[in-house]
């Protein structure tokens, strides 16, 4: 995909992703007062004065589904928001939700095969495919035409991800706690909870069986064996020194 036509399909991301998206609260309520009228005053006139460009360039929104690295049981789902960097670089900003309570949950690089090709093999362990998401039906865009989620999702299928999350709201912390942990996406059937992807495609008004229908004929590029390194037993993760509950065990 040419980069005027990659340019058009993230435009038109950004002018219909809030059509028809309902809405996911986030996880957590965070400790602390409730703003004040002095606080609100200063948000109200920082939206009105300050230009935001960065913010602003997140201009799509990805639904999909994550799990830690080394424990594929604990799964969830990530709100992702996404700018386009080059033709072969995205950057997303995670949150647990699309409202505007949502808490950043944590960051996804996005990468071509070409540039992924380039990495040393220990980098590429760090890295998810994307190919499973796409076809599956299970990574979406939200609000957009299906014919622009179609075209985003045959750019999509062959990159690959790299993600850590910072606030581990899907296991109920209410603040930042403990160190990030690099996260993972599904690679084939029977490994994500039915019944999380039922109740995302109930929040969203979409449905997933329906879409990995609609993408059967969108090519299944073939994954680089550095990629989804978790599958051959080779996790890795960072430990946590505060004892929080998530990283894996005998990750290295």
């Not at 362990?125 to 985003?152: F, T």
């Not at 996260?183 to 490994?191: I, L, N, W």
Request: proline residues 7%; contains cysteine; negative net charge.
């Amino acid at each position: 995909m040419h980069l005027r036509t990659t340019a058009l399909v993230w435009a038109a991301a950004a002018a219909l992703a809030g059509c028809g998206e309902n809405n996911t609260a986030s996880n957590v309520t965070a400790p602390g007062a409730p703003e004040s009228a002095k606080t609100k005053v200063l948000d109200a006139g920082a939206a009105a004065l300050q230009n935001k460009p960065p913010i602003e360039a997140l201009n799509a929104y990805l639904n999909g589904f994550h799990f830690y690295n080394g424990r594929p049981e604990v799964q969830m789902q990530a709100h992702h928001y996404c700018a386009i960097v080059n033709e072969d670089v995205t950057q997303c900003v995670i949150y647990d939700g699309n409202q505007k309570d949502a808490k950043i949950m944590g960051v996804e690089y996005i990468v071509s095969a070409k540039l992924f090709a380039t990495l040393p093999a220990a980098e590429k362990a760090l890295w998810h495919s994307h190919v499973h998401e796409v076809k599956s039906g299970q990574l979406v865009a939200p609000g957009i035409p299906d014919i622009a989620e179609k075209a985003l999702m045959k750019k999509l299928v062959g990159t690959y991800g790299k993600t850590w999350h910072t606030w581990h709201t899907d296991l109920g912390k209410p603040l930042p706690l403990g160190v990030p942990q690099l996260m993972m996406g599904f690679t084939a059937d029977g490994q994500n909870d039915p019944q999380m992807v039922a109740a995302r495609d109930r929040s969203l008004g979409i449905d997933s069986a329906a879409k990995r229908r609609e993408r059967e004929d969108i090519p299944a590029p073939a994954i680089d064996p550095g990629a989804d390194a978790w599958q051959k037993g080779q996790v890795v993760q960072i430990d946590d020194p505060t004892g929080h509950p998530h990283a894996a065990p005998g990750a290295q």
